[in-house]
């Protein structure tokens, strides 16, 4: 039988698309599910058809179409042939347009042409992510209503998610938390503003570690609260430092942001009781807690006998898996529970039910649980090659926070300009982070250095990117 190409019959919007044209393709493909021109069951054309009608290259066609198979909007069958999976218009319609494999970040404004080395902090390697559980996880999430209901998607269950959320915090960091106490946001910083609000911390005051988050210190801020910056060392905040006028603290007890310490039990218990004796709260942002290097596991705050009733907890699914998910989570005090359902009603507070759908379905699978163990033993081996070239290659460089995390950061004999190295160093196309930025006055900043995230540093470009920090540093310390 003569086979029949597919005719095209429908458009592909990639006047304004940005990025490399493969994404162009399959985000435009997705668009046109959104919009009705491709459905469920639809037969594709061929990579050569659709090449040929966009005047594409059929490469690029290729990979939109694998990266979407991967992602669980096509499927492949025998015979060559490509179409769209059962339930896939569904995702769209409900926002997934980033719930695809994410591409590596892109290149920040004022770097260099060409990043070599991109070693900018919190960016999890997205490469790492096992292609056969995502897909899989992606078709769960995209699954359909039942059969008599509406044809529309049945929303995802954010109890089930939130359920299996307490089971995830369970077993990977030692925290027993009531699902009904776990809250759903778009980022950390929408989670922290609300807790703000909730938990009657506007208008107050509130210490905040100094260097730090700097992002956390603006969502505080933005709603009204006071930052009072209060200096940590490399075991983190003393609760001597804080005042009773405090009325909360914002710490990340795992690993510091940036500095890289891990709080030792002593400061945790007499932090903890500080905020008993004072009635206040702690701010618990737990961002890469799940990620530790030959050390024993630290329990968070919120595990010790005090944190159930004093500590906020806050974790994300951006530093585990990818920030296109756009998915975090905070724990509260069961006696906010009311007040935190109240607020997120009046507030319309959302998050991408598509993206909560794959994270309960990525839980749910135990695909979670396989990627964090392959990716800590990836950045563990990477983490070891950096630090080690940099010894080697940088006089008087002292890595620190190399027990945990995503980052370490690299401070010097003598005091540099790291605003300056960084420049250098972004224009010898390796992107990293000064230390003096994430203090609250950085003109007066503590310390200087350079934050370098390695979780994307292959551990064959280590020695030459400690090369290139070594050239950059030459004469500025």
Known sequence: MTRVATPVNFSLNLAEAAGPRASQVSRALIEAMAGGQISDGDRLPSTRTLALTFGLARSAVVSAYEELIAAGFLVARPGGHTFVEHGARAAALAGALGASLPPPAARQPGRASRIAYDLRPGLADTELISVRDWTRSMRLAAQPARAGDTGDPMPPSHEDLRRLLSGHLRRARALAADPADVFL????????????????????QVAFEDPGYT????????VGTRIRPVAVDEDGIRAQDLRAADRGVYVTPAHQFPLGGRMPAHRRAALLAWAESSGALVLEDDYDGEFRYGVPPLTPLRSMPAG???????????????????LSW???????????????????ESFSGVSAALLAAYISTGALTRHQARAMRTYSARQARFVAACREMIPGVRPLGIEAG?????????????VAAAERLAGSGLACTPLSAY?????????TGLVCGYSRL???SARAAATVIARAVTGLT
């Open 185 to 204: 946001f778009p980022s950390v910083t929408a989670a922290l503003a609300a807790v703000a609000v909730v938990c009657d911390l506007t208008g107050g």
């Open 215 to 222: 992002k956390a210190r603006l969502a505080l801020g933005g």
């Open 308 to 326: 159930a009733g004093r500590v906020v907890y806050f974790g994300t699914s951006a530093k585990v898996l990818s920030p296109a998910l756009r």
């Open 330 to 348: 905070a724990v509260v005090p069961a006696r906010y529970r009311d007040g935190m359902r109240q607020h997120l009603q009046r507030s319309g």
């Open 406 to 418: 995503l980052h370490v950061v690299l401070t010097f004999r003598t005091r540099i300009d790291d």
């Open 439 to 447: 203090y609250a006055e950085p003109l007066s900043a503590g310390r």
């Open 458 to 460: 292959t551990e064959t």
